[in-house]
């Protein structure tokens, strides 16, 4: 393969997850627009330094507190980065909907994030990853990575970067 694969920290990805889905159910919940504001911002801000937006619950609270262990696996960034982005456009997108008195568009949009989160989060597939891969395939410019080896496009890896040959 010639992509060449980083140690990523899954744990701190499923925190971030996990994170936007319960901000973005309390945002419904309470009619709190604002925090879906909020987490279309720091989702961005995520994007843009190549981290999870919320990684510092995880890197700040849960792993110190030994709450939750590194699950480090060799995988490729761009594709999370991608993702995370997608999602803080349809959060950002769902606000101005929400501002703008759309409320049911506003809110599916704000839901259709959080479920996609829940998917990635415990099913362990990343929709935006797939279609990160899905433009590389179609060579879209700027995507370019291909998923590991013998990993289906958007499916969590299995090759723990601790295995590393």
Sequence with gaps: ????????????????????ILL?????IFDLPWLALLVG??????????????????????????????????DNAEPHRFAQGLGSAFMLAGWLFLFS??????????????ALAALNAFGGFCVGCMVYYWLSRLKVPGFYKSPPEGVFPGMRPRRRADHEA
């Design 41 to 74: 911002v720091v989702m961005l801000i995520g994007a843009l330094l190549g981290q999870p937006g919320f990684g510092f619950v995880y890197r700040y609270a849960l792993r110190p507190l030994g709450w939750i262990k590194p699950d480090v696996l060799l």
């Design 101 to 114: 008195g759309v409320s049911a568009l506003g809110w599916g949009l704000v839901w259709l994030v959080a």
């Design 1 to 20: 393969m010639l992509d060449r694969l980083t140690k990523i920290d899954h744990s701190a990805l499923r925190t971030n997850q996990v994170v936007i």
């Design 24 to 28: 973005n159910v309390l945002a419904f």
